[in-house]
């Protein structure tokens, strides 16, 4: 699987952008999706997440209720709609894949550390 990410940019505080992620390859829907940013000086972290059969989300503390997390198996597509965003909401942002996660319900077993496929990254500026 190849991951595109695309929507980044500059943004004011309580924007609402979208991200997208188009994803390449036969086994697109067999992937469980997730976006995971990366702020200045501080480790990539994961901030939504959508398991490969859709029916399971995932959100990081920071960002639950304000990101939305969803995809589309026919166009291959990951969304990230973020609202009302903060300046703290400022990193890169990537799409990462994983074969038919979260395994047994666990999101912990699709982090960082256990991407299978990463995109290139896009860069969202929040200013206040």
């Known amino acids: 699987v190849q991951l595109q990410a695309s929507g980044g940019g500059q943004a004011q505080a309580g924007g609402s952008p979208r991200l997208s992620c188009v994803g390449s390859?036969?086994?697109?829907?067999?992937?469980?999706l997730g976006w995971f940013r990366q702020a200045p000086g501080k480790e990539r972290e994961r901030a939504a997440a959508?398991?490969?059969?859709?029916?399971?989300?995932y959100y990081a503390d920071a960002v639950k209720g304000r990101f939305h997390i969803s995809r589309d198996n026919s166009k291959k597509t990951v969304y990230l709609d973020m609202y009302n965003l903060k300046p703290e909401d400022t990193a890169v942002y990537y799409c990462?894949?994983?074969?038919?996660?979260?395994?047994?319900?666990?999101?912990?077993?699709?982090?960082?550390?256990?991407?299978?496929?990463w995109g290139e990254g896009t860069q969202v500026t929040v200013s206040s």
């Open positions: 990462g894949a994983k074969f038919k996660v979260p395994y047994g319900g666990d999101w912990s077993t699709f982090s960082s550390n256990t991407v299978d496929h």
């Open positions: 390859g036969r086994t697109f829907s067999s992937y469980g």
């Open positions: 959508i398991s490969w059969s859709g029916a399971s989300t």
